[in-house]
C-alpha cells in the first residue's frame, strides 16, 4: 500500500523507515517542503518519494496526519482527502504542555468537522517513538504478546485496512469502537496513550 505521512518528525519518521522495512512505499511531506527530506528519502530508498503536502494526499492510498494539531485544520483542501482513508496519529496539547480538553469532543471528531468526507481512523498516536521503532520487530512467544495498536473511527472498512497496516508492522490491532468513544481512549488523558499494552492486556482493559 502506498501510506503518505505528513510530519517527518521523530515520529513520523520512524513510522515512514518500519513501513519501509515491512515492504510498503511511502509517499513523505511536511511544511517545510520536499527538498528537505531528500536525506530521509535517500535513506529509506526507493520506496520512498517527498512530496508536497497536498501532493502526498493525492498519491497517497492510505494518509497519516502527524503534525502538531492546531496546523492540521488548514492543511489540506478538504476536498483533497475526500473518500481517503485518513489516521488521526496526532496529540493535541495546550501551551503548557497538558492535554487539550474539547469538551465531549474527542480530538479526533474534531479533525472530522475539518474534513467531513474523510475516512477518519484515529490510530498510531499512543506509542513512544523509540517503542515503534522496535517492538513490532521483537519476537514474541504467542501472537497475543504483540504490542497493541489501536483504531477508532466510525468506517469499519476504514478501520480494517488501518488494522491490516498495523499488523504488517508486527503489532496487534485492536478496535477501541467508535471515533467518539474509542478516540478519548486513546488520546493523552486517555487509559491507553502511553502505556505498552499487550494484545491479551489491552483487550482485557477495554472489556471490563
Known amino acids: 500500500m502506498n501510506t503518505g505521512i505528513i510530519g517527518t518528525g521523530r515520529i513520523g519518521s520512524t513510522l515512514a523507515r518500519i513501513l519501509v522495512a515491512a515492504g510498503h512505499q511511502v509517499v513523505l511531506a511536511n511544511a517545510r517542503g520536499p527538498r528537505s527530506l531528500d536525506p530521509l528519502v535517500a535513506e529509506l530508498g526507493p520506496d520512498a518519494q517527498a512530496a508536497t503536502v497536498v501532493q502526498a494526499a493525492e498519491r497517497a492510498e492510505l494518509l497519516v ?31 503548557r504542555g497538558a492535554p ?3 469538551g465531549p469532543k474527542s480530538s479526533s471528531e474534531r479533525v472530522a468537522e475539518w474534513y467531513p468526507r474523510a475516512r477518519i481512523v484515529k490510530s498510531l498516536n499512543t506509542m513512544h517513538f523509540e517503542t515503534l521503532a522496535v517492538a513490532g520487530s521483537v519476537p514474541r512467544a504467542t501472537a497475543a ?4 495498536h489501536y483504531t477508532a473511527g466510525d468506517d469499519a472498512k476504514a478501520k480494517e485496512i488501518v488494522a491490516g497496516i498495523i499488523a504488517d508492522l508486527g503489532f496487534a490491532p485492536v478496535d477501541t469502537g467508535p471515533l467518539h468513544s474509542g478516540g478519548i481512549l486513546q488520546q493523552p488523558d486517555g487509559p491507553l496513550f502511553n502505556h505498552p499494552f499487550t494484545e491479551a492486556q489491552a483487550l482485557a482493559w477495554i472489556s471490563h
Open 65 to 95: 496526519l502527524m503534525v502538531p494539531f492546531d496546523r492540521a485544520a488548514a492543511l489540506l483542501p478538504a476536498a483533497a482527502v475526500d473518500g481517503t482513508v485518513l489516521v488521526d496519529a496526532m496529540n493535541a496539547f495546550d501551551d
Open 145 to 148: 504478546e504483540r504490542l497493541a
Open 100 to 102: 487539550r480538553d474539547f
